[in-house]
Nanobody, 127 residues
């Protein structure tokens, strides 16, 4: 069974940092674009960042640009989201998602519904 498992969430003071990880159970994800979404309290899920299969291309939402860095290690089947200068408004459940049909982020961001999702990891930023 294909799985994506997030980890690394927690409680941090404003201005602090966290690194989220997304471990994929199948090596096939090494050829897939992968990305991060988040759902803030009372809000709809929103896109944060995506990285293409090789790691050579990335794309960020305005909320993540400049403070967040997405990366991946295909040898470990793992994707990361380094979050710096965290703000209380970054408080959310963060999800990773992938779709084997997309190897580049252009396809990924246009995909109506991504196929695989993790269970989410809670990030809470205290003011």
């Amino acid at each position: 069974q294909v799985q994506l498992v997030e980890s690394g969430g927690g409680v941090v003071q404003a201005g602090g940092s966290l690194r989220l990880s997304c471990a994929a159970s199948a090596r096939s994800f090494s050829t897939s674009a992968m990305g991060w979404f988040r759902q803030r309290p009372g809000k709809e899920r929103e896109f944060v960042a995506v990285i293409n299969w090789s790691g050579s291309g990335t794309y960020y939402s305005d909320s993540g640009k400049g403070r967040f860095t997405i990366s991946r290690d295909n040898a470990k089947n793992t994707m990361y989201l380094q979050m710096n200068s965290l703000k209380p408004e970054d408080t959310a459940v963060y999800y990773c998602a992938a779709d084997p049909a997309c190897s580049d982020y252009g396809c990924y961001v246009q995909r109506a519904e991504l196929e695989y999702w993790g269970q989410g990891t809670q990030v809470t930023v205290l003011s």
